[in-house]
């Protein structure tokens, strides 16, 4: 079966790792497309995959799909908002979309916590939510908005909006086999240390697209200056040295955490062999809860009063369900590094690993379900 492994924003290594594409193309030949063009997204970032097609627009995608030879796949992580662009002309082909997402678990965090729906917030921001909160609603202004848009088949741990796929395939979090690589690689920091997950808060090319020209950011200067603050705490506190793993498309002078290690694309490997991790809201915290890490939970009020506030607001009800520590970086107090290790294991039974399927990796379960595609299986 020809794959065709589709992004809407420049192609990085890490939508390798998140895609599984090494893995897949073990077994089935593999098209790299990068759609950044066509979604006006496409940013300067480093670390691009390079061996990939770049298409402009909807014409060219229409050519490119019609060179695909059958029985073919799309495989995205493509969020649902942004599908509409393509989808009348993918289906053209009728040519399946799977989607392999770790994003449904971030709404979903986000819309659980109050704050998402104060108007003081963002009024329309929390309209929404709302809307999206209410099944019925939801539901409704789906079909208004989008018809009949799906994905063919959802490939996650769960399945936060069933109007958005036709078949959801249950597998690991996402970030679970980058997880169980983890284990296995050696530490590249000596001695024990601290993790800051970053998430490119004030340097990701996303806040500065001309769209968010007009949108309330973090003072940059004050954000860094908050985290330095706090890391000489923890330093002097817990007498751990702090390690920053830099967000894929962070952009930080090396002098920006006074000196710290600033290290790119080692996230998992910098988390299973830390001491504690501190972070916001981001993905790689699912790291740190299936190594059952210490975790520690960073916001301040003014990112809930900017673009930045769904990592304030996930990192506070991550910390809720995990009942970790949160610290106010306007008043950082002293923490405690024990964790709660009853609410850790709810979280992964609940949120990230498929209990029927826990002798096997996500690996094996994507391409079983590709094997069955191609050999004309139906999955419903």
Not at 54 to 82: G, H
Not at 282 to 289: D, L
Request: hydrophobic letters at 40%; aromatic letters at 12%; proline letters at 4%.
């Amino acid at each position: 079966m020809n794959i065709i492994i589709m992004t809407c924003i420049p192609m990085i290594q890490q939508h390798l790792t998140d895609l599984y594409v090494e893995s897949i193309a073990k077994s089935h030949p593999v098209r790299l497309w990068d759609l950044s063009g066509l979604y006006n997204r496409d940013e300067q970032v480093s670390h691009r995959v390079e061996n990939c097609l770049r298409i402009q627009s909807l014409e060219e995608l229409d050519q490119e799909l019609s060179s695909v030879t059958k029985p073919a796949l799309i495989i995205t992580n493509i969020m649902f908002y942004s599908l509409k662009r393509i989808y009348s002309t993918v289906k053209k082909h009728q040519i399946p979309i799977a989607n392999i997402t770790k994003e449904g678990l971030a709404y979903h965090l986000f819309e659980s916590n109050w704050r998402s729906l104060d108007i003081r917030y963002g009024f329309v921001d929390a309209a929404k939510t709302l809307a999206r909160k209410i099944g019925l609603i939801r539901r409704t202004i789906n079909w208004f908005v989008n018809g009949p848009v799906k994905y063919d088949y959802l490939l996650a741990n769960g399945n936060f909006y069933p109007e958005y796929t036709s078949h959801f395939v249950k597998i690991h979090h996402v970030k679970y086999d980058e997880y169980l690589q983890s284990r296995s690689l050696p530490a590249i920091v000596d001695g024990p240390y601290a993790v800051f997950l970053d998430t490119a808060a004030t340097t990701h090319p996303f806040y500065g697209l001309k769209r968010h020209a007009n949108k309330r950011k973090i003072d940059a200067q004050g954000y860094i200056e908050r985290l330095n603050h706090f890391f000489d705490q923890v330093e002097k506190e817990h007498n751990l040295p702090v390690v920053i793993a830099a967000h894929p498309k962070a952009d930080y002078d090396p002098q920006a955490f006074h000196g710290r290690p600033i290290i790119k694309y080692k996230t998992g490997q910098l988390i299973e062999h830390s001491s504690l991790v501190l972070s916001h809201y981001s993905t790689s915290v699912i790291n740190a809860i299936l190594s059952e890490k210490p975790l520690v939970f960073l916001w301040y009020p003014e990112m809930l009063y900017s673009m930045q506030k769904y990592m304030a607001i996930g990192a506070l009800e991550y910390a809720k369900r995990l009942k970790a520590p949160v610290i106010n970086l306007d008043r950082p107090q002293a923490f405690k590094t024990q964790i709660e290790l009853d609410a850790y294991r709810r979280f992964k039974e609940h949120y990230l690993i498929n209990q029927l399927e826990c002798d096997h990796s996500n690996e094996t379960l994507i391409i079983n379900f590709i094997n069955q595609m191609a050999n004309g299986g139906h999955l419903s």
